[in-house]
């Protein structure tokens, strides 16, 4: 569902005040979103799509009224997805890139953010799964769509002279995820190191407010950090919604979204330490045995499973761990599932990933989560 | 069966004539096929289907069958809105030139009938480099019989300024110092062309003393922090890792030591937006020195007025590098109204000093030099702000910064006499 995020881990979260209006429907119109990038992909409900737009600094909601399982469905597998994707869209293998990956929870469908070319003019294109090893293209032509804003931080300025000005400042939108009544967008500039995290309300307003919130990590001693979150999933413990993000070498932090307003300073606390020497990837929650697990998949140890159990409880981690030892909630390292780069669920007892096995393919399937 | 066999006589296809053109030296190379086909109900009647390509006009071609039965058009067309229906009837594949992939997806696009046409409209621009082939079935047309397919192929040269074209080459890396601070943030990578994205990572290494590569030493992100024109990449060094104590594996440590040589290395390899190799690779060898944990303080800039009359440059001298991107965008020269004064940035000195050239001679009097709040020094400490935060506070010593609250930036003023 994610990529790798940068969060940093003092966030200028943007968060406006207001409930939530009902519906999928309220505020769309019917048209061409006009993207000019899609990086990131998350589902909210009734099978209504967010993809974040960094080259707009925007993120669309597209009611896709892809709302049942199709008739004939087959379980997702598909060889060579990115060669697959180039007969698609009609260009060379080489000139295709997948984004991201999410699945409609509504209808189990896996949804690809595609660039079509590697250059600045690359186009991007929407395609989703048919079942079994079918792709298809989602036009854009007349969807309906509703847009948000992602607040700009001032003092752009163009740079350069004659043909060469331009402004090379850019805000990646880096993850993007739906809980409950609000889109977390996570974003990273690539100049001053300023990392965002937009809590925009959905349905979509017009005037999002560009107010801050700090949010702090927990600190390992001394130090406050500014290191950023790898990626990261919405949960609810409690009754309570959280972001439970991984950091590189492999911290697992938890960060609460009550409370976000304006000004206001957030704490988030490091309840696991799962070893050094890894980038965490992507990172979904799932339910099973009626409790509720975390899979993390990372660069080095394909895929592990993490207990949620006694996350109310959990003690912060504030000391170092030695040795690349770990520390916190208990995980396990989730046997063959190797390479994974994307995840997410596809139903309450399936994963979806794409991976490319050392030496195979890279390939979309669907595997039992464990 | 896709459609109901009709129930009027089926138009049994004839013999398929030749092809009439393939020529590869021309920008658009075509080969069209003629179909001839008589109607059993008209023995003496010999209509002729076409499949041929049409040029674009918006980029996105179009696949037009002509001399199809209007009739068993109409009805298919009556019968059927899937795309997977009219997939069958004109498909569509692609391939690199002279090698259709059969086994892959068929191009998407959308199909239509008017006025007796038959049309396929790819729904992206073609790729200069790719075949594309429309083929016709008759069988699947007509419910069955002969199914000698009619087709065009569509090919068009790589475009001739991709080939001419200078190669692209790595032009500037900052910070060029000859030492770099042990907590350095970032590198800015730029190129005198637009990049491919997507694999920059596996190009970009740093080497240590022995010339082994330091372990996961940047921050790799699916994203990667290009510019929108993709001809600079902001490559961050993993504040996982240089930052004190972040980690609990603190053994992980910072990437860069302090006393100790790094070379980063660019591989020729790595390719530009057109799918070339750079122009050469690059190496640069520094020196790691102490750690910066001092915040930019505009107070202690030496500035330099220029002189009134003329177009004579103003610089100003940090003492220190700073961020480049930052320094070029983040710095103004405004007049005693506080109207921005028109003008070209440059750095030198490693990024030590910036020099302002105004479009006009400038006036005698007051002037303010602005600066940016989110400006950075190497180590991304700002003026309000270090990136590092001590919870023990100034106690603990290590934390040496001048960090001031300048939430909107700093003013320095200068005469131009």
Known sequence: MNSPLLLSAALAVVATSGGLQAGPDTGFRTGNPGFRSISQLAFGPDGVLFAADTKSAAVVAIATDDTRPPADAQPIRIEGLQKQLSGLLGTAESDILVEDMAVNPASHRAYLAVSRGRGPDAVPALVRTGGGDKLELVSLDSVKFSKAEIPHPPADKVVGEGRRQSNPRLESITDLAFLRDQVLVAGLANEEFASTLHAIPFP???????????????????????????????ITVGNEPQIIAAYTCTPLVQLPLAGLKPGAQVRGRTVAELGNRNRPLDIISYEKDGKTWLLLANSSRGVMKVSTEGLPQAEAITQPVPDGGTKGLSFENVAGWNGVTQLDRLDKTTALVLRKPEGGLDRLESLALP | MLFPRPTFPRWIPAVLAGILAACSALPTAAEDSVYPVTSPAEPGRTNTISVRWKKPRDGRPVAEVTGLDPVRLATLAAQSQQPTDWRRILAVHTGPRGAVRRDL????????????????????????????????????????????VAYDRLYLLPLASDRDRPQTALAEVHPSAAELPENLLKFYLRFSGPMGRGDAYRHIRLLDESGAPVDLPFLELDEELWDTEQTRLTLLLDPGRIKRGVLPNEQSGSALVVGRHYTLVVDAAWTDASGRPLKSGFRRRFRVGPADRQSPDPEQWVLRPPVGGARTPFEVSFGEPLDHA???????????????????????????????????PWKSGVYRLKVGAALEDLAGNRMDRLFDVDLAGSAAGSTSGSAKAAPGGAVRTFEVR
């Not at chain 1, 005037?207 to 390992?220: F, N, T």
């Open chain 1, 204 to 234: 979509f307003r017009p005037a999002a407010d560009g107010a801050g919130i700090e949010i702090y990590h927990g600190a390992h001693g001394r130090f406050e950090t500014r290191a950023p979150i790898r990626t990261f999933v919405p």
């Open chain 2, 105 to 148: 997806p068929q191009l998407a696009g959308d199909y239509s009938v008017t006025n007796g046409v038959l049309r396929f409209r790819m729904a992206f621009p073609v790729n200069h480099g790719v075949e594309y082939r429309a083929e016709f079935h008759p069988a699947e047309f007509h419910g069955g019989g002969d199914d000698t």
């Open chain 2, 326 to 360: 930052l320094a070029e965008r983040l710095l103004a020269v405004h007049d005693v109204a506080d109207r921005p004064v028109d003008g070209s940035v440059s750095l030198s000195d490693s990024d030590r000093k910036w020099t302002f050239v105004p479009t006009t």
